[in-house]
């Protein structure tokens, strides 16, 4: 008895329905996803609950880690780099607008420093950026 | 004769899989590199020396201490009744100036919430301060 030779499947047949599904999943990140650089340290910020909501902008933003750790524009930097970075941002452009990504268990006593210095080079008021609260 | 399967397999001349490899590639690229966070932000003035201003007389002030506790004018509160006191005050005079003053080692968390719920509260001027020495 002789049994018909099971049909060859093409190859693409069992593939196009996989290259859909990742050309959908490519669409969504690609559309649902904002591209930012990476932060020059890990960063996590505080929660709040009924804030503004905002994007977070890519310039004059001011990292600050738990440890003191500072970057300015995605550049690590010390704290009297930072008066003259902001100093010379705040006489190119105004308004100037600078954001601060502070870590959450950052103490009071560094927050202040660096309001300090900020007020040294003569910013007037700062945006910080927090999460929603989950 | 059994010519069929060469013509199928001419259909496929511009190869599949690396059409695949690349959107693969892609889809790693964006899955990697874009970011989902949510942001909220608060505005913080920047705040003066450290010396009392005449503002600063006629304040009130809350105090964030070590372990996330709030005091008004000395007395501990919660952040409930901070919204609930400071709704009061922020309804008869919109403009009343709150110095909030977290101690050194206060985490920035206690302190954000903190300016957040006097924000919400109706508080305009709300600034930041360090503990008189």
Redesign the interface.
């Known amino acids: 008895m002789r049994f018909p030779e099971p049909e060859r499947r093409e190859f693409g047949e069992n593939v196009i329905p996989l290259i859909n599904i990742v050309f959908l999943l490519l669409i969504f990140f690609m559309l649902a996803g904002t591209l930012t650089p990476p932060d020059a340290f890990d960063v996590e910020p505080p929660e709040t609950r009924e804030a503004r909501m905002e994007d977070e902008p890519e310039e004059g933003l001011i990292l600050l880690s738990a440890d003191g750790e500072l970057a300015f524009e995605g550049e690590e930097i010390t704290f009297s780099g930072l008066a003259e970075a902001v100093a010379s941002r705040l006489r190119d452009d105004e308004p100037p607008m600078l954001t601060l990504k502070a870590d959450s268990a950052v103490p009071a006593s560094l927050l202040l420093d660096l309001m300090d210095v900020l007020r040294e080079a003569g910013a007037e008021s700062i945006m910080l950026l927090t999460t929603p609260e989950s | 004769m059994h010519v069929e399967?060469e013509q199928?397999r001419r259909?496929?001349l511009i190869g599949?899989t690396p059409?695949?490899d690349v959107?693969?590639i892609?889809?790693v690229f964006?899955?990697l590199?874009?970011?989902?966070?949510?942001?909220?932000?608060?505005?913080?003035?920047?705040?003066?020396?450290g010396r009392a201003t005449e503002a600063d007389l006629r304040s009130t002030v809350v105090r964030?201490l070590e372990d996330g506790q709030v005091e008004v004018d000395g007395e501990p509160t919660t952040v409930v009744g901070l919204r609930e006191r400071f709704g009061e005050i922020f309804a008869d005079d919109p403009d009343h100036a709150v110095v909030v003053r977290?101690?050194?080692?206060?985490?920035?968390?206690h302190?954000?919430?903190v300016v957040?719920t006097l924000?919400?509260a109706g508080g305009t001027r709300v600034t930041?301060?360090?503990e008189p020495r």
């Open positions: 399967p199928r259909r496929h599949l059409l695949i959107v693969f892609l889809l964006f899955m590199a874009s970011s989902f966070m949510d942001w909220q932000s608060i505005s913080l003035s920047v705040p003066g020396d964030v977290p101690q050194d080692q206060a985490a920035l968390q302190v954000v919430r957040e924000n919400a930041l301060n360090r």
